[in-house]
């Protein structure tokens, strides 16, 4: 295989998994839109990353999410309008804006992460362990081959 072959390869994958993702995805939609479950997902990560308790303050979901405070914005309101977040007045700073997960909202994440384990569980028993296994330490190598590419000066 040539490397122009391999490369064409490494993209027909990588384009057929974001497909395979995005359907399962579409099968897990009744119980979380999936815009609001990787917002929810992102949401919790960053509360649970920040010790706060249950809320963070709205201007940190930009830093922890690497999102642009606009979509974070826009994605917190409907996250409101679904009645799965909201948003409070910070108790020790009534100047400051938090945002926590409802229980609806927890509970949105949950059984929707829940049924995205499953299908996961039931592909690696379908791909068997010891593959699963390699494939993750390849995908870990070629990861960190990546950073090392970008930490690197271009070759010209």
Request: with cysteine; charged share 30%.
């Amino acid at each position: 295989m040539t490397e122009e072959q391999a490369i064409g390869e490494l993209f027909e994958r990588l384009w057929q998994m974001r497909k395979s993702v995005q359907r399962c995805m579409q099968q897990v939609e009744g119980r979380c839109p999936h815009s609001q479950f990787f917002m929810l997902e992102r949401l919790h990560y960053a509360i649970r990353q920040r010790g706060e308790g249950a809320a963070i303050p709205v201007s940190a979901v930009a830093e922890q999410t690497r999102l642009l405070p606009t979509a974070v914005s826009r994605s917190l309101r409907q996250l409101e309008d679904a009645g799965l977040a909201e948003r409070i007045h910070d108790p020790a700073d009534h100047r400051r804006t938090l945002v926590r997960l409802t229980p609806a909202g927890e509970a949105a994440r949950r059984e929707t992460e829940a049924m995205l384990r499953a299908y996961m569980v039931r592909v690696i028993r379908r791909m068997g362990e010891e593959n699963f296994t390699a494939m993750l330490d390849s995908w870990r190598r070629w990861d960190e081959a990546m950073q090392a590419e970008l930490s690197a000066p271009a070759a010209r």
